[in-house]
């Protein structure tokens, strides 16, 4: 495991969807997509805890280093990216 995070975030054609690219790798076993929270409970370790401590994310898809994130109507990138980049830091470090 690297001794430091890094997360790039990227814009989409789709305002409600925002790429994640880290240093680290969040799947191993190919590409993983979570439609709603429900999904996410039964997914990976990653999965499970952003849905759990991010609000607002709608569905999430994993894939290798890469987070693909639609946000729920209503909730702006500002906070959300600030908590999915606290809690992907907290869960690799």
């Given at each position: 495991?690297?001794?430091?995070?890094?997360?790039?975030?990227?814009?989409?054609?789709?305002?409600?969807?925002?790429?994640?690219?880290?240093?680290?790798?969040?799947?191993?076993?190919?590409?993983?997509?979570?439609?709603d929270a429900a999904s996410g409970e039964m997914?990976?370790?990653?999965?499970?805890?952003l849905f759990h401590a991010v609000d607002g994310i709608h569905s999430?898809?994993?894939?290798?280093?890469?987070?693909?994130?639609?946000?729920?109507?209503?909730?702006?990138?500002?906070?959300?990216?600030?908590?999915?980049?606290?809690?992907?830091?907290?869960?690799?470090?």
């Amino acid at each position: 495991m690297s001794e430091y995070f890094t997360l790039e975030v990227e814009p989409t054609d789709n305002p409600d969807i925002r790429e994640f690219i880290t240093n680290q790798r969040l799947s191993d076993g190919g590409e993983e997509h979570y439609a709603d929270a429900a999904s996410g409970e039964m997914g990976s370790p990653i999965a499970q805890v952003l849905f759990h401590a991010v609000d607002g994310i709608h569905s999430l898809t994993i894939d290798d280093d890469t987070l693909i994130v639609r946000r729920q109507p209503d909730v702006l990138w500002e906070a959300l990216i600030d908590d999915i980049r606290d809690c992907l830091r907290d869960f690799f470090l």
